[in-house]
């Protein structure tokens, strides 16, 4: 299906699947390679995003892997204003989402940062609903439901209460890793395309997660292609964007699915 978001005033063609890179301004992410946290680490880190096709940075300053100790609120904006800070500097013009589950917080990253996309891990509440249609903004919806259909039930009440407040562009995550076991993230993973009843465009993040290397009995440095196979099957299904570390082989992924289903359409067209 064919998507356009509104990112500051520019249209996102989510037609052709787009690539997030991780931004991870932490000491404590699950994979100790995404976290970056002097100015040069950030800037390289951003940069490198955007040199291997990604079109979304998506920064986050506090951690949500399984048993993660929660920072304060200020914290995480001194964080987050640090890294947003040096991101613009080195990518003025990349759109740039903040990963976070705290309103205020994005609220900040908004307004005093030009960020364009709200990325929300906590299922979402009234408050965070009522600041993202406020700040006129895409967001991204998360559901931590551990079957298909409790997803879709639950992604559908909070979409009406979203349109309810005048939000426009919201964009569906359904959460793996987050509230499920790692055979619920296959079965939602097996089930992906029914999300697209919903109308809406799919984000998929599963690099490196624990549903891939506690399968294959690895560690998140050796998830890689279990994170590539992954990846092509949600695109094969719908995803419109990937979530991921490693950004040069998901725009591969990316441009190799997009022709095959590019020819597919052609040839039917004839």
């Known amino acids: 299906m064919d998507y ?6 520019r249209l996102m063609d989510l037609s052709e699947p787009q ?4 931004l991870n301004v932490t000491p404590d992410s699950f994979y100790a390679a995404s976290r970056k946290q002097t100015e040069q680490e950030i ?7 955007v040199a291997e096709g ?3 940075i998506d920064a986050g300053a506090c951690s949500t892997r399984p048993g993660f100790e929660e920072i304060s609120e200020a914290e995480e ?15 003025p013009d990349c759109m740039i989402s903040v990963d976070t589950f705290r309103p205020d917080v994005a609220r900040m990253a908004v307004e005093e940062f030009g960020v364009g996309i709200v990325n929300d891990v906590s299922e979402g509440n009234a408050r965070m609903f009522r600041m993202v249609s406020r700040l006129r903004v895409p967001y991204i919806l998360m559901s931590q439901q551990p079957t298909m259909r409790k997803m879709l039930l639950s992604l559908a009440e909070k979409v009406q209460q979203l349109r309810d407040l005048g939000a426009k562009d919201i964009i569906l995550d359904p ?13 939602i993973m097996g089930e992906l395309e029914k999300l697209q009843v919903m109308g809406l465009p799919i984000l998929v993040g599963v690099s490196r997660k624990s ?7 690895f560690t998140p440095n050796e998830s890689l292609n279990g994170t590539t196979v992954l990846n092509t099957i949600a695109l094969m299904k719908g995803a419109s964007i990937l979530r991921v570390h490693d950004v040069k082989e998901a725009v591969e992924c990316c441009k190799t699915i997009w022709k095959v289903k590019s020819e597919k359409f052609s040839t039917a067209q004839r």
């Not at 904006?77 to 990518?91: A, I, N």
């Open 4 to 9: 356009t978001i509104n990112v500051n005033g």
């Open 19 to 22: 690539v997030m890179g991780i």
């Open 43 to 49: 800037a390289e880190r951003a940069s490198q995003i």
């Open 54 to 56: 990604g079109t979304i």
């Open 77 to 91: 904006m001194d964080r987050l204003r640090f890294g947003l800070g040096v991101v613009r500097r080195e990518q």
């Open 175 to 187: 959460g793996f890793g987050f509230g499920k076991t790692l055979d619920e993230n296959y079965q």
């Open 211 to 217: 549903m891939i290397y506690k399968l294959l009995g």
